[in-house]
C-alpha cells in the first residue's frame, strides 16, 4: 500500500495545473511551464486531466500553433474541493 501525505498530494503537477487554471482562467501552454519546468511532465499531465475530462485544449491554427487550456465544468469543480482542502493546511 502506497500512503501519500496530504501535502504531497496538493503539491502534485496535477494539482498545480488545475489550481493554476483555477485562478487565472484560459492559459497558453508556455504559461504553465513557468509552474512545471519539465515539458514532458506538463505534457503528460496535461493529456492525463483533459483524459480525464477536467480540462479543455483549444488549439488555434497560426504560426506557431498556439495551445490554450482551460478548467471543463467538471475541473472547476474538483479545483473548487481542492482549494478548500488547500485552505485548511
Request: hydrophobic share 35%; net charge negative.
Amino acid at each position: 500500500m502506497v500512503h501519500m501525505k496530504i501535502s504531497d498530494l496538493l503539491e502534485s503537477p496535477c494539482v498545480k495545473i488545475l489550481s493554476f487554471l483555477h485562478e487565472g482562467g484560459e492559459v497558453r501552454f508556455y504559461e504553465l511551464t513557468d509552474l512545471i519546468s519539465s515539458r514532458g511532465t506538463l505534457s503528460d499531465n496535461l493529456g492525463d486531466l483533459e483524459e480525464e475530462g477536467l480540462i479543455r485544449r483549444r488549439i488555434v491554427e497560426s504560426k506557431p500553433i498556439k495551445s490554450f487550456y482551460s478548467l471543463s465544468e467538471k475541473g472547476d469543480e474538483v479545483a473548487k474541493h481542492l482549494s478548500k482542502v488547500k485552505d485548511s493546511f
